[in-house]
Each structure stands twice: as structure tokens, then as C-alpha cells.
């Protein structure tokens, strides 16, 4: 999603312009950070809450790890909430840390309740779905983005809805 996002005028002018830039949509200082993010949230979400698991169980887990994603990607698109680029980055992370919480429970939940026979094509059947969601981000930020002019107010709305949609 965020790939998407960095390559949007209407983003860049919004979340890194300063009011020193000639050219407001060139300067991108912290995109760095706002890109690693999300895999430093799901690298600390899959260590430590992929524990929680086994103390809670795996459905728990699995929910509040998709409800933490879900949360902070809906926060994340809302004008007063993110204004920069910095919140921004603080409400990926928080959605990198639902993520990891995600994956170690997805997986064992998988194995677990898939006969032995059909286990291997069950959890790659599960993992192809990422896959899967990723073609349907592309598909909708080519939606959204498709023609989108980069002047206006409309622009300047359309990154959000793509951020709440991914969100969903």
C-alpha cells in the first residue's frame, strides 16, 4: 500500500512539503522512515505477540492482531489524526505490529485444523493469500489513482480513501 502512496503527487505534497520547497512534491526527508515502519511493527508483532498465543490461544490472537491492522490503517487515513508524515509513520507501525501479531497464529491455526494429507496445500494455500491481497491493492490504487489530477482538493482525499479501503 505504501509504495502506492509514495508515488502519489497529492501524497508527497501533503505529508513532505515544506513551505522552504521550490518544488513541494521533490523533497521526501523521512520517507525512509515512514517505509521501514511497518516491518519494524511486524518484526516486534510476530516476536512477541506470536508468545501470546500459546497463553491465550490462537484465535485471541489472530483477532487482536487483525483488529490492531484494521485500527490503526483506519486511523490512519483521517485528516486530524495524521496531519504528518510522522503520525503517519506512528499509525504503520502500529498496523506492522497487528501484522506480525497475525502471521505466527494464521499459520499454526492452519496446520492444525488441516488433515495431515492436505496439510502442505492448505497452510500454501493460506500464504498465496497474501499474494492475493496484494493484486487487489494494486487493482484499487489503480482505481483510485488512475487520471486522478494532482491539483485540487480531490486529490488530496483520494490517498486517504485508498489508506481507509486498504484499511477494510
Not at 500500500?1 to 522552504?20: G, I, K, V, W
Not at 505490529?97 to 492448505?122: C, D, H, M, N, Y
Request: contains cysteine.
Amino acid at each position: 500500500m505504501l509504495s502506492y502512496l509514495l508515488a502519489n503527487p497529492a501524497f508527497r505534497e501533503e505529508m513532505f512539503a515544506t513551505d522552504s520547497d521550490l518544488d513541494q512534491s521533490s523533497s521526501m526527508d523521512g520517507a525512509e522512515y515512514l517505509a521501514s515502519s511497518i516491518f519494524l511493527g511486524m518484526l516486534l508483532g510476530g516476536a512477541l505477540l506470536g508468545f501470546l498465543s500459546d497463553n491465550i490461544g490462537r484465535q485471541p490472537t489472530l483477532l487482536i492482531g487483525l483488529l490492531t491492522n484494521a485500527t490503526s490503517g483506519m486511523l490512519s487515513s483521517l485528516p486530524f489524526l495524521t496531519p504528518t508524515f510522522k503520525q503517519l509513520t506512528m499509525w504503520r507501525f502500529i498496523a506492522g505490529i497487528g501484522i506480525g501479531a497475525t502471521v505466527p497464529p494464521l499459520f499454526s491455526l492452519a496446520s492444525e485444523w488441516s488433515p495431515k494429507e492436505i496439510r502442505g496445500s492448505v497452510v500454501t494455500t493460506v500464504a498465496s493469500f497474501w499474494m492475493v491481497g496484494s493484486l487487489f491493492v494494486s487493482g484499487l490504487a489503480w482505481c483510485l489513482f488512475h487520471g486522478t489530477d494532482t491539483q485540487g482538493s480531490q486529490s488530496a482525499t483520494v490517498w486517504r480513501v485508498f489508506a481507509a479501503l486498504c484499511a477494510l
